[in-house]
């Protein structure tokens, strides 16, 4: 029974990780995030020494199945957060360039154009 309550209470803790991490990568609190990461680094190094023998698959399936959720959902949050992040970029880095000088290279005015993230043209 007590390693039953250590492979279950390991497994709980773990997934209080993960739900903390859903949180902070819901809120894009990246501080939270690198927190826990440091945490579910620590984890890496427990679970594979769990000992599970002696217990029935059904004692832990429904808790593995929560993790392996969580663990996919914060997956998915963070590559939508890269891509936001990426699609930030493009948009700023894309109206840089073209925000033009005051001459054009032929000795011609130019008139500027604005920098915007959106881009309004029709």
Known sequence: MKKQLDVSET???????????????????SERV?????????????????????????????????IKELQETNLLLTKQALHYQEKMMEAITDSAKTSGSTYSKNGQY?????????????
Do not use: C, H
């Not at 497994?11 to 739900?19: A, E, G, R, S, V």
């Not at 890496?44 to 059904?58: H, N, Q, R, V, Y």
């Open 34 to 66: 690198f927190a826990t990461i440091a945490e579910k680094e620590a984890f890496m190094e427990i679970l594979p020494t769990l000992d599970t023998t002696g217990l029935s698959k059904a004692d832990y399936t429904k808790l593995v199945a929560e």
């Open 110 to 122: 130019s008139a500027e154009k604005r920098a915007a993230i959106i881009d309004q043209s029709l």
């Open 11 to 29: 497994l709980n803790q773990f997934k209080l990780i993960l739900l903390e991490e859903k949180e902070a990568l819901i809120k894009n609190d």
